[in-house]
Every structure is written in C-alpha cells, then in structure tokens.
C-alpha cells in the first residue's frame, strides 16, 4: 500500500504561483511512477502530468505544458507540482497518484485525497 497526502493548494490571482506537495508513505516511493490529475466542478477528472520512476522523464497535459512542473524528490518520499501563470480555467481539485507498472498512466493505482486550487480572475 501507498499513502499519499497532498498540500499546498489555496486561493490565488489568475498570473500568480503556488507550490503542490505529495508526501507518500508505506509502499518503497522510488519504485512507482508518479502524476497529478484535477477534477474541476461538473467535469470528469482529468490528467495533469506524470513523472517517471527516477525522475527523468516528464509527460504533460497540452492545457499546462509549459507553465506546470512535476519534480520528485525520492530521498524525501515527496512529489512536486509548481504551476506558474494561473489561469481560472486550472481551478480544480488536484489529486496526487500513482501508478505500479506505467509511466505516463491515466489509471492510478493509488490516489491522495485532493487538495483545492481556486484561481480568481
């Protein structure tokens, strides 16, 4: 089993940053794939980002590519997500997931409970 348990989400100005955090505990972290996925209100959850195993490869939704960043960091069991140049269209429930055997994935085997990012226009 794996725990994950996000943090960082909060109210921001369309332009502005903020800093997601997953800290995963229980299963070995540097063995499973890693992503980020959002559900906004009345829409399906869709899938953000994904990063590989060692953290060499990087996938991303063509809707973040170039103002999101997925990092990990295996030493600490933690995933990144820096999102820079906020839209209103990125609020959303962000859910942190991972994935046993597949890099990118869009079926997680385990997933954290969702932190809210709300961008105001």
């Known amino acids: 089993q794996l725990q994950l348990v996000e943090s960082g989400g909060g109210l921001v100005q369309a332009g502005g940053s903020l800093r997601l955090s997953c800290a995963a505990s229980g299963r070995t972290f540097s063995s499973v794939a890693m992503g980020w996925f959002r559900q906004a209100p009345g829409k399906e959850r869709e899938f953000v980002c994904a990063i590989s195993v060692g953290g060499a490869s990087t996938y991303y939704a063509n809707s973040v590519k170039g103002r999101f960043t997925i990092s990990r960091d295996n030493a600490k069991n933690t995933v990144y997500l820096q999102m820079n140049s906020l839209k209103p269209e990125d609020t959303a429930v962000y859910y942190c997931?991972?994935?046993?055997?597949?890099?990118?994935?869009?079926?997680?085997?385990?997933w954290g409970q969702g932190t809210q990012v709300t961008v105001s226009s």
């Open positions: 997931a991972a994935n046993r055997f597949k890099f990118p994935f869009t079926i997680a085997d385990y």
